[in-house]
């Protein structure tokens, strides 16, 4: 009978994996408890219209992606596609906004979405959500993005850029929506089928395509960031003073938007290129309305999400490059040779240099191989012709050069090249 697989784009957390996954978390509590925030946690199955009516029935998410099921009384319910908007629930559900200890959460846990699975995108994927509410000062928005920051050094990522963006307020998009669009109009006929329905229901998300020739032509576009009110304005230069207060680098990227309705004014992601085309580690932005769309009192909010399975690939393919070798592998040939080879080997540690050697008494070419796998950069070839004359054979496998040592120099000559103490 044949054995039942996972569902696809759904995987197991084995042990060896499961270690990255805790020291991730951990090191997510310790930071945002610091700055305030509680945790909580929701259900994975909400009703649908959450969603549609939270993210936006024209996002792609409502649209395409989410996992919708009808229970036995005939209510539609959806696999959670993102976090927020089931935060935003359970605050108005709860009134926890009448706590003032109750204004600052963070949740960490599966998400759910039917598109094709690539690398770090999976159907089933996990999130670390932070979400602030009451706040509108620019100070927070700052604050958030620093907080990001902190996160990421603290669990070792690097190379990664953090782009900001501002979608003004509703009014700004009004009148920038119908600009877009007439821009869109003249290049109609040459849009993707996906552009083309969006120039009419959401002409922003046009930004996000990522066929070659939508994004060509949009090179040409005019700027949101070029359009927003004065207030606006006003919002998004404070956010840029207090970041660079807070010696956080950014880069201003007018072309980013979010792929979720409810964003307005500060938008950010933190980018990394080593992802291919889902380059974005983590990101989120304001979302002032959406309490109050969803039924709750006029509140502001802020808010980011991580995707836990690409943090956690980059950080192991980080700890594969660090991964250290030693500088000098050790190969000897024959038991009066392995003999004199151990005692090299302890000499060479206690000079401060990382150093390996075969126990095993296995062929050259079998030690040659494992020296090459460590990635060593220096091996020592002695076998007993060498021992009798009192020497050692030095490769130096970059350079693939080799010369003949006297044996009893040979740790002094060993440290001068590696720099050993």
């Known amino acids: 009978m044949e054995s039942i697989q996972a569902v696809k784009g759904m995987n197991d957390i084995l042990p060896g994996q499961i270690e990255w996954w805790q020291k991730v978390e951990r090191i997510a509590r310790q930071v945002l408890e610091d700055f305030g925030y509680r945790e909580i946690r929701t259900p994975a199955l909400e009703k649908l219209e959450l969603f549609s009516r939270g993210i936006g029935e024209s996002t792609d998410i409502v649209e395409k992606e989410m996992y919708v099921l009808e229970d036995s009384k005939g209510e539609k319910l959806a696999l959670r596609p993102e976090a927020t908007a089931s935060v935003v629930r359970s605050f108005i559900q709860h009134k926890l906004h009448a ?3 109750m204004q600052k959460f963070y949740a960490i846990g599966p998400m759910f979405r039917h598109e094709r699975p690539q690398k770090g995108r999976y159907r089933q994927f996990h999130q670390i959500d932070v979400e602030a509410f009451g706040i ?9 993005m620093y907080m990001l920051r902190i996160f990421l050094e603290r669990v070792g990522l690097t190379g990664v850029v953090l782009h900001i963006n501002s979608l003004g307020c509703p009014e700004c998009r009004k009148a920038y929506r119908k600009v877009l669009q007439d821009y869109l109009e003249r290049y109609a006929d040459a849009l993707c089928p996906d552009c083309q329905r969006r120039r009419h229901t959401n002409p922003l998300r046009t930004f996000d395509c990522k066929v070659e020739r939508c994004k060509e032509l949009l090179e040409g576009a005019p700027m949101l960031l070029e359009s927003i009110c004065s207030e606006c304005a006003e919002h998004f230069e404070r956010v840029k003073s207090y970041l660079k207060d807070l010696d956080t680098p950014f880069v201003i990227n007018p072309r980013m938007v979010r792929g979720l309705d409810y964003y307005m004014r500060t938008t950010f992601e933190v980018i990394t290129d080593r992802l291919g085309a889902q380059n974005a580690v983590g990101g989120g932005g304001r979302y002032n309305g959406l309490v109050k769309d969803l039924g709750g009192p006029d509140l502001p909010g802020i808010g980011f999400a991580i995707g836990m399975e ?6 192991q393919q980080e700890s594969e490059e660090q ?3 030693p500088q000098v592998f050790v190969a000897a040939l024959g038991e009066a040779a392995r003999q ?3 005692l090299l080997t302890q000499q060479l540690r206690n000079a401060g240099l990382e150093t390996e050697m075969d126990y095993e008494g296995r062929s050259l070419k079998s030690q040659m191989r494992r020296a090459d796998k460590l990635s060593a950069r220096h091996v020592l070839i002695l076998g007993e012709e060498e021992l009798a004359r009192g020497e050692i054979q030095l490769r130096d496998m970059m350079e693939k050069s080799q010369r003949n ?9 060993l440290k001068g090249i590696c720099g050993g103490k």
């Open 99 to 101: 706590d003032p200890l």
């Open 136 to 144: 509108d000062d620019p100070m927070l928005d700052a604050e958030v």
């Open 310 to 315: 690409r943090l956690i690939l980059l950080l």
């Open 323 to 325: 991964r250290r070798s």
């Open 340 to 342: 004199r080879a151990f």
């Open 405 to 413: 040592l006297p044996l009893e120099t040979a740790a002094e000559v």
